[in-house]
Every structure is written in structure tokens, then in C-alpha cells.
């Protein structure tokens, strides 16, 4: 079974930028597609983005397309997200998530069977 653990969240300016990691223990990181989601206060989780097993295809939602890009270092285990030009409404916690599928990019939260703790990213307006 793998484990996931997010870094890199913090306190950001608007405008701003942060770059989360997700660094995965186990030997199956390479073989499933991977997630962002992200729960804002009093929300409910949300889907942010995926990527698949190579890196080559990705997804994202609507509210963050051309602002974040999620990358993944196979050889390091190793999820990433680079989030660009910050909004005061990208506030949230941040969680990294694998797929129970191998064949797409999942975009519900019940698609996802392993989870990281999460890590909080607050932007000040």
C-alpha cells in the first residue's frame, strides 16, 4: 500500500506562488494516475487536477486551468503543483490523491483510494 505526504503549503500573497510536492512511499507510485484535490474552509473537497502514469496527459479544473500545472518525477516518487497567480479563492487544504483506476483521469474524489494528510495554503488578498 502506498503513502502519500504533501509539502511546500503555506501563507502566499495574491499573485503569488507556491509549488506543493507529494512524495509517495511504495513501489506502485508509477503505476497509477495521480491527484490534487483541495478542501476549502466549510467546502467540500474539490477536484484540482490529475496526471497520468507517464506524465504525459493531465486535467484540471475549470477554476485553476493556465494558472496551475501538475508535473510527476517517476524515479523520485514524486507528485508535483505549481500554482501561479494565487487568488485570495485558492485557500484550502491541498491533498495529493492515487487513482483506483489505471485507465483515466479521475476527477471524483470516490475515484481516489489513497490519500495524503493534506497541507494548508492560505492566500492573503
Known amino acids: 500500500q502506498v503513502q502519500l505526504s504533501e509539502s511546500g503549503g503555506g501563507l502566499v500573497q495574491a499573485g503569488g506562488s507556491l509549488r506543493l510536492s507529494c512524495a509517495a512511499s511504495?513501489?506502485?507510485?508509477?503505476?497509477?494516475?495521480m491527484g490534487w484535490f483541495r478542501q476549502p474552509p466549510g467546502k467540500e473537497r474539490e477536484f484540482v487536477a490529475a496526471i497520468s502514469q507517464s506524465g504525459r496527459n493531465t486535467n484540471y479544473a475549470d477554476s485553476v486551468q493556465g494558472r496551475f500545472t501538475i508535473s510527476r518525477d517517476n524515479a523520485k516518487n514524486t507528485v508535483y503543483l505549481q500554482m501561479n497567480s494565487l487568488k485570495s479563492e485558492d485557500t484550502a487544504v491541498y491533498y495529493c490523491a492515487q487513482a483506483r483506476s489505471l485507465l483515466r483521469l479521475a476527477r471524483l474524489t470516490t475515484e481516489y483510494d489513497v490519500w495524503g494528510q493534506g497541507t494548508q495554503v492560505t492566500v492573503s488578498s
Open positions: 511504495g513501489r506502485t507510485f508509477s503505476t497509477y494516475p
